[in-house]
């Protein structure tokens, strides 16, 4: 199957449900990117920075392009002019970068916490009371230039169902307290960002708002620099 092929399938699929589909690209080159936009996707997730910056400058400038790894600080300056949504924000140091940049270039940025729900140690994210407490502290009312549309988590990577389920519908319960005490009156605080190639379909049943699919579209990323050739 093409990449056309394989983002129409998911268009389809995901056409009765809230979800709205992030095409992760990561790794792959601008052509194949260029073929998911000729059939009309405009949303794509990067998690390099230098990998972003670069596919930005090349491609269409209609591309909403989102971050979806992990963020240093010293970096935040050269996503911000365009950057449509961070996803991956995870600590009030980085947040306080990037609503310090997102001034400097007139912008409000749109970002989601990211909530560490997973099994693994290797996942980046805020564990839940991280986020009541930065959702709490005074530096955050301070925030003018940024705005906080939602919550994304990774699940573990494994083969039990169950676990995985249990792990989205706990940041499902957390994303709608966390709406009702703090965002009651803010129709913007919407995203769930939860699932991906192995698990959107559980992620869509728990109530993701958006999945972050990259393999099943793309094929398989082969680990080099998307320049190398
Ligand atoms: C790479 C990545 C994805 C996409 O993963 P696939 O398994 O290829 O669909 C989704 N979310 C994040 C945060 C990623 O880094």
Redesign the pocket.
Known sequence: MSIADNLLKYKKELEDSSAKLVA?S?FHEASEIMEAYNIGQRVF?E?IVQELVDKQAELPKDIEWHL??HLQTNKVKYIAPFIALIESVDSEKLLTEINKQAAKNNRVIDCLLQVYIADEETKFGLSFDEVIELLRSDNFQNFKNIRIVGLMG?ATNTESEKQIRDEFQELKVLFEGIKLSYFRNEPSFKELSMG???DYKLAVEEGSTMV?????IFGKRVIKHFKAE
């Open positions: 992760v990561k997730g998690n979806i790894g990774i991906m190639s192995a972050r699919i990259g393999s099943n």
